[in-house]
T-cell receptor, first 113, second 119 residues
Framework: GQQLNQSPQSMFIQEGEDVSMNCTSSSIFNTWLWYKQDPGEGPVLLIALYKAGELTSNGRLTAQFGITRKDSFLNISASIPSDVGIYFCAGPTHGGATNKLIFGTGTLLAVQP | KAGVTQTPRYLIKTRGQQVTLSCSPISGHRSVSWYQQTPGQGLQFLFEYFSETQRNKGNFPGRFSGRQFSNSRSEMNVSTLELGDSALYLC??????????????????FGSGTQLSVL
């Protein structure tokens, strides 16, 4: 079945550093989503990508939809302590009008002030 | 505008018992999805309801069931609980009949979840 692999699994960085993480799939996705989950909360959508090659920003966050449609990247610039959390990529399964998403394995981000 | 509300926040049950979790979507949202989150398996789709009808179902045993009421509120039930059912159960809601990700201005909003522990 469809699987999303994220890397790295975890990152421990200093405040102010830039962060890069990626998500790869064995099959094509037509939409890529990036979510952030704070401790004890549900995921919150950060960025949605709808077209191969698309580059979208949301404040200090930038995400790209890979040309092959099998990968996506998320960059965070000038990290701050509140960026701490787990970042997930996600994509919809093929076919049907549903909100059935496949989520990646997650990247845990820790930011040292 | 109130967010997605899930109750209870925490629940402790023993093996063999059954449990019912509740989800109130954002006002006006008609689609409710349920996900299970565990450290080992991550976030996995359980099922989705739209206008009181199950629209899609994940690969979970029949012990997991759900329903949606006319006011869009949803419940999920797990019968004959097993230790492996310990997880954070997340509910998410979205506006309408198109999947939320297909509309650039529409999002899937998650609740804070119900943390279920099975002893």
């Amino acid at each position: 079945g469809q699987q999303l692999n994220q890397s790295p699994q975890s990152m421990f960085i200093q405040e102010g550093e830039d962060v890069s993480m990626n998500c790869t799939s064995s099959s094509i996705f037509n939409t890529w989503l990036w979510y952030k989950q704070d401790p004890g909360e549900g995921p919150v959508l950060l960025i949605a990508l709808y077209k191969a090659g698309e580059l979208t920003s949301n404040g200090r966050l930038t995400a790209q939809f890979g040309i092959t449609r099998k990968d996506s990247f998320l960059n965070i610039s000038a990290s701050i302590p509140s960026d701490v959390g787990i970042y997930f990529c996600a994509g919809p399964t093929h076919g049907g009008a549903t909100n059935k998403l496949i989520f990646g394995t997650g990247t845990l981000l820790a930011v040292q002030p | 505008k109130a967010g997605v509300t899930q109750t209870p926040r925490y629940l402790i049950k023993t093996r063999g018992q059954q449990v019912t979790l509740s989800c109130s979507p954002i006002s006006g949202h008609r689609s409710v999805s349920w996900y299970q989150q565990t450290p080992g398996q991550g976030l996995q789709f359980l099922f989705e309801y739209f206008s009181e009808t199950q629209r899609n179902k994940g690969n979970f045993p029949g012990r997991f069931s759900g329903r949606q009421f006319s006011n869009s509120r949803s419940e999920m039930n797990v019968s004959t609980l097993e230790l492996g059912d310990s997880a954070l159960y997340l509910c998410a809601s979205s506006l309408g009949d198109l999947p939320s990700y297909r509309k650039r201005n529409e999002k899937l909003f998650f609740g804070s979840g119900t943390q279920l522990s099975v002893l």
